[in-house]
């Protein structure tokens, strides 16, 4: 079983059973949807899921696509679109109570991936800012 929620503790979540995929998404949707170049997607089945506590705020951001987040800290939290993915939710999983116990596993929707996230490699890199 894997627990999460969000930010703020408003919501909480469970979900039993394994995993149906972790991916990195690289959608120009997910980018709007969470202000960040990717998302990590932790993919279960509906009936393997429910929300414990609190009510997710919902949007209908393009026809049979849902995301769900947090209407107090405004933390994403869930993504469903029974025609592209017919009976899963998927979690971001980052708002897993351990999200290294899930990791991606793949990239997807590299046609929209941002440029300069091929050159990650090549930057710099802080254990925290720079100069504290």
């Known amino acids: 079983m894997a627990t999460g929620g969000c930010r703020c503790g408003a919501i909480r979540y469970e979900v039993t059973g394994n995993a149906v995929h972790n991916a990195l998404c690289h959608c120009r949707d997910c980018q709007l949807g969470s202000g960040a170049p990717m998302v990590a997607w932790m993919a279960a089945k509906a009936d393997d899921f429910r929300v414990t506590k609190g009510e997710p705020v919902v949007f209908n951001g393009n026809g049979a696509s849902f995301r769900q987040f947090c ?7 869930f993504f469903v679109n ?29 046609a929209e991936r941002r440029a300069w996230m091929t050159k990650l490699g090549e930057m710099p890199e802080f254990a925290r800012f720079p100069g504290m």
């Open 82 to 110: 029974e025609e592209v993915l017919p009976g899963l939710v998927d979690i971001q999983s980052v708002t897993l109570d351990d999200p290294d116990a899930h990791p991606p596993q793949a990239q997807i929707q590299v």
């Open 71 to 77: 209407g107090t800290c405004g933390t994403p939290l």
